[in-house]
């Protein structure tokens, strides 16, 4: 810590304007003469850089021997000196901010943007962390902390599981209609319940107090126009600005615990439940804050009082619903079986059809009636069985793929009937799970019989030329047989026969 103690006592003897990126300091050389800090290191590391009497200069020893009134200036790089005195690794998403002073503190955090405003610093980065010079306690919270720069020892962000809802989520229910560009993120600007006896971190609790109930509305067009909606829709401010309103830690953690139940699960069954009661009470034309603290607290418990008694009529109804979708489930798992089972079937009875016919061909040719394949009636008869058997698998295949998008088009209706409970994405994942298997078993049948049945289409329109021209071929390379030679008889025989035969 030897360039802090360096620079407190160049702070000491200095005027001082600290700006968020710099620190400018302006002394009289004759002042820091005695000062015993290394500033030579400071100009080396780039973390100071020295003027005398408006000319720049890189030796700090050219300080020595001026007298009188010549005015220098220093300043202070504050992010080369946080590189540099900041001993703990540190995320490249974390935005790290140094305050020298108090009053810069106490200015920065009051001229910060709205906290709707996407170009707020506190937005900039994930997390951020306020380095404060001489500052007492360190302040841990999830996304954001302010901790003295004396004590780095120790964690930087707090682990807490806070329950407030994403941008996203936010955004899931709220309509932003606003022409500029919002961020609502109240994690960014939660900060423990210490810091709210600091007053200089008050109005960081008020731009997180923003944040919050504008989870609740049902559109946002700007801090000055937001819409309630319940069972009353009424149009109001955020808060008045002009008016002097005090932080009540107490209102808040009320508040913070309103919002992390209504977003913890089926939001916009609970929103509506919150605000039914709500909506009735806030005047119109008003401003929500303080406004809906007189009636939060009645209203949050009523909501959860009712949400028990709906959610149980709710697990009775979607106990039905659910054994109603697994039979219509059922009921389209097995319209594919039957659809398979029917189609193989039907290939079954047409190849037997066809097996049968060809038989009776080669039958025709084994028995020596050739002459039959070579009338016209044959071959209109294989052409007419390739042409059904083409026909037949076209007609199977379609009706059956209609029939089968007509089961699956009738589990549509429960994705409006459970979206209360379940997303349609949930939905969509238990349908598919259970019919993929049964998809996939139908298209591979359906591949493969189409398939065959082509085969045999086109083995069926060639079977008589090929059976023809067959025979022809056989007539051109196999010769008749020749005639068996007359036997050559010798006259002793002949004669001995003949004597035989006169006995």
């Keep these: 810590m030897q360039i802090i103690q360096s620079l407190v006592e160049l702070i000491d003897v200095s005027g001082i304007t600290e700006l968020e990126d710099r620190i400018e300091l302006s002394f009289i050389a004759s002042d820091v003469q005695r000062l015993e800090g290394d500033f030579e290191r400071l100009i080396t590391l780039g973390i100071i850089r020295l003027t005398i009497d408006s000319e720049p200069d890189e030796l700090w020893s050219e300080l020595d021997g001026i007298e009188g009134t010549i005015r220098c200036t220093v300043i202070i790089d504050k992010e080369r000196l946080l590189n540099n005195i900041i001993d703990i690794n540190v995320d490249n998403d974390v935005n790290q901010i140094l305050f020298i002073t108090e009053n810069f503190l106490d200015e920065w955090i009051n001229s910060l943007e709205s906290p709707f405003c996407s170009d707020n610093p506190l937005y900039r980065n994930e997390k951020t962390i306020l380095w404060v010079k001489n500052l007492s306690e360190r302040f841990i919270g999830p996304s954001l902390s302010i901790i003295p720069l004396d004590q780095q020892d120790g964690e930087l962000f707090s682990d807490v599981v806070t329950g407030l809802p994403s941008d996203i989520d936010i955004r ?10 919002v961020k609502v993120d109240p994690i960014r600007f ?3 319940d210490s810091a709210s006896e600091v007053d200089i971190f008050k109005p960081i609790f008020k731009s997180y107090e923003k944040l919050l109930v504008s989870t609740l509305i ?3 067009f700007a801090s000055n126009k937001v819409i309630v909606s319940g069972i009353k829709r009424i149009s109001l401010s955020i808060i008045d600005d002009s008016s002097i309103y005090s932080v009540n830690l107490g209102n808040i953690k009320l508040l913070e615990g309103a919002v992390s139940w209504v977003y913890v699960e089926r939001t916009e069954t609970r929103l509506l439940l919150m605000m039914d009661r709500i909506s009735l009470d806030l005047p119109e034309d008003g401003f929500l804050l303080p406004s809906i603290y007189q009636h939060l607290e009645q209203a949050f418990d ?3 009082c009712r949400y028990e008694f709906v959610i149980k009529d709710r697990k ?3 106990a039905k619903e659910l054994a109603d979708l697994q039979k219509d489930i059922k009921a389209a798992t097995d319209s594919y079986s039957k659809s398979t089972h029917e189609l193989i079937s039907g290939f079954l009875k047409d190849a037997l059809s066809t097996i049968f016919i060809l038989a009776i061909a080669l039958f025709s040719r084994l028995i020596g009636k050739e002459d039959l394949l070579r009338s016209e009636n044959v071959y209109w008869l294989f052409y007419f069985l390739s042409a059904y058997l083409i026909f037949s698998a076209f007609v199977r295949i379609l009706f059956d793929k209609l029939s089968l998008r007509l089961s699956l088009s009738d589990l549509n209706y429960w994705k409006d009937t459970t979206r209360n409970h379940m997303s349609q994405q949930e939905l969509n994942n238990h349908i598919n799970k259970r019919t993929k298997p049964y998809k996939r078993l139908y298209f591979f049948s359906t591949i493969s019989i189409a398939v065959i049945y082509i085969a045999l289409a086109y083995f069926s329109y060639n079977l008589p030329n090929l059976m023809v021209s067959h025979n022809e071929n056989s007539d051109l390379v196999v010769p008749a047989p020749a005639p068996a030679p007359a036997p050559v008889l010798k006259n002793d025989i002949v004669v ?7 006995k």
């Design 172 to 181: 899931s229910q709220v309509h932003f209609l606003s022409i500029d560009s």
């Design 190 to 192: 939660k900060l423990p």
């Design 218 to 220: 049902k559109e946002y």
């Design 302 to 304: 009523q909501a959860r």
């Design 316 to 318: 009775e109804a979607h």
């Design 496 to 502: 001995s026969n003949e004597l035989q035969t006169s």
